[in-house]
């Protein structure tokens, strides 16, 4: 059975300090793994995603994640926040292999707020 | 524009009295599936379509029903709503069947049982 545990359902940074959301998985085959964002009031917009190519994985708006099979973790990062980074974010499993078991497990999410 | 298109976007009903949301997406994607959010549990599988007349069962099924008549749309219905469905709903539609790709989601149902 798959399952993602995120760490945190508040964070709070400043303007211009590092992001890091942790996204910790498990998953009885190699997983895929995917990064979403939620602005207030609308659906689920893709970041990135982990699908066992190159382990650190780049994405939109300046995110970057890295797979770490020996800790079970995909967690996301940005270098420098900006206030538009402000929304919830949600780490998901697929296992892998392609075919089979079409579920998608959502962690519970982590809302960002960025202190100017 | 690509897009997938949720209606009603808030619907408030009573207990008992049936409803249908819709979802359609112009992508012409193969697979399609319904989530709900609720605070603290992130989103949930309801239940998913690979094709046109496959559906299949999510992680909470229960009280839902689906069908998928067409490609495009993959209506869902709730016979007979309770108070617990309340929830925002998100319907999703993915390229092919490879797991590998991203789902797109609509932007959401929030449904209010009184």
């Known amino acids: 059975a798959q399952s993602v545990t995120q760490l945190g359902s508040h964070v709070s940074v400043s303007e211009g300090a590092l992001v890091l959301l942790r996204c910790n998985y498990s998953?009885?085959?190699?997983?895929?793994l995917f990064w979403y964002v939620q602005y207030p009031n609308q659906g689920l917009q893709l970041l990135l995603k982990?699908?066992?190519?190159?382990?650190l994985v780049k994405g939109i708006n300046g995110f970057e994640a890295e797979f770490k099979k020996s800790e079970t973790s995909f967690h996301l990062t940005k270098p420098s926040a900006h206030m538009s980074d402000a929304a919830e974010y949600f780490c998901a499993v697929s296992e892998g292999s392609n075919f089979g078991n079409e579920k998608l497990t959502f962690g519970t999410g982590t809302r960002l707020t960025i202190i100017p | 524009e690509a897009q997938v298109t949720q209606n009603p976007r808030y619907l408030i009903t009573v207990t008992g009295k049936k409803l249908t949301v819709t979802c359609s997406q112009n992508?012409?994607?193969?697979?399609m599936s319904w989530y709900r959010q609720d605070p603290g549990l992130g989103l949930r599988q309801i239940y998913y379509?690979?094709?046109?007349?496959?559906?299949d069962k999510g992680d909470v099924p229960e009280g839902y029903k689906v069908s998928r008549k067409e490609k495009r749309n993959f209506p869902l219905i709730l016979e007979s709503p309770s108070p617990n469905q309340t929830s925002l709903y998100f319907c999703a539609s993915r390229p092919g069947a490879l797991k590998s790709y991203e789902q797109y989601f609509g932007p959401g149902t929030r449904l209010t049982v009184t």
């Open positions: 992508m012409n994607h193969e697979y």
């Open positions: 982990y699908t066992s190519a190159a382990t």
């Open positions: 998953s009885s085959v190699p997983p895929y």
């Open positions: 379509s690979m094709n046109v007349e496959v559906t």
